[in-house]
């Protein structure tokens, strides 16, 4: 089976385009930029929540179970913009060579 090699100019563009997870994206740094990225990725997380959460629409009927905690359920909804968040952050470190897995 042949594999695919992409360019940094692709990785970057499919990134922006949200086709990367948070996971796959921090395995592109070098160990030592995965940090600041995914603490990037957890403050867009928590936004998303607090979001969610002043929507006032909790998913269980009980109200919101997370009391300030990241949940799930808004990163889901919100699919590929949640990806695309995240990509956001992780561009300007990915777009230094020296960042680079």
């Known amino acids: 089976m042949e594999t ?3 360019t940094p100019e692709q990785v970057m563009a499919m990134a922006a385009e949200g086709r990367f997870t948070k996971a796959e994206l921090a395995e592109f740094l070098v160990t030592e930029r995965r940090r ?8 867009i997380e928590k936004r998303f929540t607090e979001e969610c959460t002043a929507k006032a629409e909790p998913c269980l009927e009980s109200g919101c179970s997370m009391n300030g905690e990241v949940c799930l359920q808004p990163l889901l909804h919100a699919g590929s913009a949640y990806h695309k968040a995240c990509a956001a952050a992780w561009l300007p470190i990915f777009s230094d060579p020296k960042n680079r897995s």
């Open 36 to 43: 600041a990225f995914l603490a990037a990725c957890a403050r």
């Open 4 to 6: 695919k090699t992409y």
